[in-house]
């Protein structure tokens, strides 16, 4: 399809072909946002609103991005999903407090996208439903800063979008620092492979960054070296490496989410040890241990509990 946008003269640039928008939709309801032509970093920054009735028979929102194309239909790039059960919680699971629970609620972070292989499989694309969402995606295709919201409202609302104001602009680029991080990847054994005719290569990447078919990014040592597979003998062939193991090194640039990963493993780690804990305590009752030992338990277990939550 490049190849006909060309012959006609709507870009000579491979690079400022893409007319991506969003398409949402979620309870047989569907929003798209605006059209941006020739360009592979888009910035819609738009709200799109969907009215909905909560609880919903309907567990995942699905978010696309498409192609737009002027000449026959559009292309899908790739397809994502949120959760609803896995960015909400339904309250009343607790019985000291029937409030506690929260609406569908994500975000601002990043929602990577991916689709079928980048490089030439035929045509049609045979595997195409990568796109759409039918099975994982096995090929990076971009990602969207996401922000999800849910309020009650007492009277119906319109489904709309709507451009986001300046201030709500700014308030999401405190996300968008980035630091150096980089990959080392050692390769020790390759086996159980099926008869292959061609040379092997392993490729090593995050997001655009060691990929081989990607300009974009500056090119980076994230291949092995080509090597032909050898026949084990039995069923499956191994690729000859011997000694020399092949190493790869990534450099890439990403937001800094280490406060958010920190926090996030300090409260697994808390409730890991707090479940060993009363492990603990289950088996002493078990066992029928005293009633100093048991007391000696507990209020070790709660000392435990309060170090880690200060």
């Known amino acids: 399809m490049d190849n006909v946008k060309q012959i006609f003269g709507f870009d000579s640039n491979k690079k400022n072909l893409v007319d991506p928008f969003v398409e949402v939709s979620f309870a047989g309801k569907m929003l798209c946002s605006k059209i941006l032509e020739k360009t592979a970093n888009p910035q819609w920054n738009q709200h799109i609103t969907l009215p909905a009735m909560f609880p919903s028979m309907c567990e995942k929102m699905k978010i696309r991005v498409v192609d737009w194309d002027r000449l ?67 090929a990076y295709r971009g990602r969207l800063l996401v922000s999800l919201e849910t309020k009650l409202v007492e009277q119906h609302s319109e489904q709309k979008v709507e451009d986001l104001a300046a ?69 499956y062939y191994y690729l000859p490496w011997g000694n020399v193991k092949p190493v790869v090194v990534l450099s890439s640039y990403w937001e800094d989410i280490s406060h958010r990963v920190e926090t996030q493993n300090q409260l697994l780690r808390i409730a890991d040890r707090l479940e060993a804990g009363l492990e603990q305590v ?8 005293s009633t100093e030992d048991m007391n000696s338990l507990v209020t070790q277990l709660m000392d435990e509990l309060i170090a880690d939550c200060r």
Not at 219 to 225: D, I, K, M, R, V
């Open 72 to 138: 026959t239909h559009n292309d899908i790039v790739a397809t994502t999903y949120l959760s609803m059960s896995k960015i909400s919680a339904p309250g009343g699971e607790i019985e000291v407090d029937d409030n506690l629970g929260f609406l569908p609620t994500f975000g601002p972070c990043y929602v990577n996208l991916y689709g079928s292989p980048r490089e030439f499989t035929g045509f049609p694309d045979p595997y195409a439903e990568l796109n759409i969402g039918k099975g994982e995606g096995v």
């Open 167 to 235: 201030d709500d602009i700014l308030r999401v680029e405190k996300y968008l620092r980035r630091r150096k991080y980089s990959l080392f990847a050692a390769f020790y054994s390759a086996s159980m492979l099926q008869d292959v005719d061609d040379a092997i290569q392993f490729e090593v990447s995050i997001g655009n960054y060691g990929n081989k078919f990607d300009t974009t990014c500056l090119p980076l040592a994230s291949t092995t070296q080509y090597s032909r597979a050898v026949f084990d003998g039995c069923h």
């Open 282 to 289: 289950h088996l002493a009752l078990k066992a029928q241990c």
